[in-house]
């Protein structure tokens, strides 16, 4: 009996990885063709001041949809682009376009928006990309400040002198840096101090359980609390509900993010969503 089960666990376990590694042949076979059919786009999210319900910014987010097979998560397609080397051209994609769109918003009055970018090391370790990077201001008449640049905290980060060094590069041209995914795996505060980011993300992860786990939230308070020592700009990921809003204005200076103000959306929805917040700010959001 114990034989035969461990013989279906086997079985079980080789069909997972077979079907994976079917799924990811599949996902690497269609990327290719993916941008030049036109089938990359990006979508925004609004980062929001928790108390006055602003919006300070607009993460740009790439979505992948395939004509047959429909949307393909990024969770699914970014790992693979990373690999083969297809996360630089997308990624030029998503930032250019985002430039593009940012001038638009900042053309229609919104002149007060910043973009938020996700990076991934392959990118900040390709010097035409961070080149780019360097020209977008001018290219789109906007400010460094204007773009964040958001780069998931890993041990490879803070280890590798090459990216320390390009982080300072893009800081001391006036980007702005934050720390994506803060607190989901490897954290230090020394790390943050060494490469001066402008602002961390607390982990989704963290938000969500916020009002259900004691532990979380007063691991949530320390970060909070340190981050303010440490006078850097907090972006709470994955606030969904009100509760997590209330939690969150406990304290001061934290921006949110989540479905709870709107899911990312096309350009033109967030376009009119704009319109209409600034007109109906508090209203809205309570
Ligand atoms: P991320 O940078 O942490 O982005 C936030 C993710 O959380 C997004 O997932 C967003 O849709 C999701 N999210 C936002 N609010 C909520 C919420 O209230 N509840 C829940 N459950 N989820 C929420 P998405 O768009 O699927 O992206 C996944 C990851 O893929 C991103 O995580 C980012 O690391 C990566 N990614 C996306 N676009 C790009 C890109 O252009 N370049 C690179 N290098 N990575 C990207
Ligand atoms: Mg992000
Ligand atoms: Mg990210
Ligand atoms: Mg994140």
Redesign the pocket.
């Known amino acids: 009996e114990a034989k035969k089960m461990g013989k279906n666990r086997y079985v079980f376990y080789n069909d997972e990885l077979e079907k994976r590694r079917i799924r990811t042949a599949w996902i690497e076979q269609h990327l290719y063709t993916a941008i030049s059919n036109g089938e990359i786009s990006?979508?925004y999210?609004p980062i929001v001041d928790l108390h006055t319900k602003e919006i300070f910014g607009l993460?740009?987010?790439?979505?992948w949809k395939h004509p047959k097979s429909g949307f393909i998560?990024?969770?699914e397609f970014?790992q693979v682009?990373?690999n083969n080397g297809l996360?630089i051209p997308?990624?030029t994609f998503?930032?250019e376009t985002a430039a593009k769109d940012l001038r638009n918003l900042h053309n229609s009055g919104f002149d007060h928006l910043y973009i938020s970018?996700?990076?991934?090391l392959?990118?900040l370790k390709h010097p035409e990309f961070i080149q780019r990077i360097i020209s977008l201001p001018e290219k789109y008449q906007l400010k460094p400040e204007h773009f964040q640049f958001?780069i998931?905290e890993t041990v490879a980060l803070f280890e590798d002198p090459d990216l320390v060094r390009i982080i300072h590069q893009l800081k001391n041209r006036q980007f702005r840096i934050a720390i994506?995914?803060f607190g989901k795996g490897f954290s230090s505060i020394g790390y943050l101090k060494q490469i001066a980011v402008d602002t961390i993300?607390i982990?989704?992860s963290y938000?969500?359980d916020i009002c259900s786990n004691e532990e979380t939230a007063k691991l949530t308070n320390a970060i909070i609390a340190m981050a303010n020592f440490l006078q850097l700009k907090i972006i709470a990921?994955?606030?969904?509900l009100s509760e997590h809003v209330r939690f969150l204005n406990k304290h001061q200076n934290v921006l949110g993010?989540?479905?709870?103000f709107s899911?990312?959306i096309p350009f033109d929805q967030m376009n009119d969503f704009l319109q209409k917040h600034t007109t109906a700010v508090k209203s809205d959001w309570g």
Do not use: C, H, W
């Open positions: 990006v979508y999210q993460e740009a987010l790439a979505r998560p990024p969770s970014i682009a990373e996360i997308i990624g998503v930032m970018i996700n990076l991934s392959k990118q958001e998931t994506d995914d993300k982990d989704k938000v969500f990921e994955g606030v969904e993010q989540g479905y709870y899911r990312p």
